[in-house]
């Protein structure tokens, strides 16, 4: 079994985590250690370290930099409130990882060894782990191509690598509806290509898309699919179901998994809930007409989006190039509001839970 060396960091004083603790935000502040493990052809994975944050020294040939032979994975680790610290279904971080390595031709890190690395380093930095409401200890376990050479073939050497993050409310605002702007232009995924994989290429030709929904006063981007422009595909970084109401019981429309939509562990977690509770879910095309149309008879009653980072975000309003219309009132919905309480009381173990996702870190 492949150990971790441990090259132990200059901690900071207990005050100044204490501080930056307060209000981190998302994806800003980072803990004292990281985790590096190498591979090559020959040796396969060696080297693990948990050692400083710190910068990393590159090839400026190396790989990724050139071609993009670079995924990454997310998580986070919570404080439970019986104590102690918990993660949220690592074991499906660990097989998407597998899933998206196989599609970039880069090779695959064992689930023993992803679940050991992120254990390692959340133990090392277990005093960065925030206990407040909606606080969390994200985990971002990223794997890239180093050979330093600029053939186009998949590469014989990576580094796999986990960073943590204290992270706040992921949306700046917190849980009020969110404005989200349908791109008619842009496209995320295409049929045959990366958009079922955590390929950070797809973030990349995401970003326009992005910054057009900003400079439209939106917070997200809408993808449609690429073949027929038609059909809902996601959000940036979540993907996103319809709330209806079938008999007094909600029934929930997403979009199916096909090719070009990414299995989020929170849009299974969200199906998987919904259907322990009896609620209808339906995993079908969805389109922007039928979102349209329905928004504006009131049978649809509530849209949100689901992630790791936002965990679950209602969508407010939608605009376009046609217009906008609302697709929820000002205020969150109940069912939105009833499937982020379930997901948070699992992961921060408020909560029976009935499918054991919420493991000892
Ligand atoms: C990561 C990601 C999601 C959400 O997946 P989770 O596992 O729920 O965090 C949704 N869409 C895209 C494009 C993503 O990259």
Request: proline share 7%.
């Amino acid at each position: 079994m492949l150990e971790f060396d441990t090259v132990p960091a200059a901690r900071r004083p207990a005050d100044e985590r204490a501080a930056l603790l307060v209000d981190p935000g998302f994806g800003r502040v980072f803990t004292d250690h990281m985790i590096t493990i190498r591979y090559s052809e020959d040796k396969g994975w060696y080297d693990a370290r948990l050692e400083p944050f710190g910068p990393l020294s590159l090839s400026p040939a190396t790989a990724a930099l050139h071609y993009g032979q670079e995924l990454f994975e997310g998580l986070k680790a919570y404080a439970l409130d019986g104590g102690g610290i918990g993660l949220f279904r690592p074991e499906a971080n660990a097989r998407r990882l597998n899933a998206t390595a196989d599609r970039l031709a880069m090779p695959r890190l064992p689930e023993e060894l992803f679940l050991r690395a992120v254990r390692t380093l959340v133990e090392a930095d277990r005093d960065w782990v925030p206990s407040g409401e909606g606080q969390s200890l994200y985990l971002r376990p990223y794997m890239i191509a180093t050979d330093p050479f600029l053939g186009v073939r998949p590469s014989s050497e990576y580094l796999f690598g986990v960073i943590a993050s204290p992270s706040g409310a992921y949306f700046a605002g917190g849980a009020k509806p969110i404005t989200v702007w349908i791109s008619q232009e842009y496209t995320r995924a295409a049929p045959g290509g990366t958009g079922a994989v955590k390929a950070a290429a797809n973030y990349a030709v995401s970003l326009r898309a992005q910054a057009q929904a900003h400079d439209t006063g939106c917070d997200q981007v809408v993808f449609l699919d690429a073949v027929e422009r038609r059909w809902i595909e996601e959000s940036g970084s979540m993907n996103l179901f319809f709330v209806y109401d079938q008999d007094g019981t909600p029934r929930l429309v997403t979009p199916p998994l096909n090719g070009s939509i990414l299995p989020g562990v929170t849009r299974d977690s969200v199906l998987t809930l919904a259907r322990h509770r009896g609620w209808t879910v339906e995993e079908r095309p969805y389109s922007v007409d039928e979102w349209r149309a329905d928004a504006s008879s009131g049978a649809l009653r509530e849209t949100f989006a689901s992630g790791t980072g936002v965990v679950i975000t209602a969508i407010g309003t939608a605009r376009s190039k046609d217009g906008e219309f609302l697709v929820g009132g000002a205020a969150e919905g109940p069912v939105t509001t009833a499937i982020r309480d379930l997901i948070v009381g699992i992961q921060r173990g408020r909560l029976e839970d009935p499918f054991g996702w919420s493991v000892p870190a």
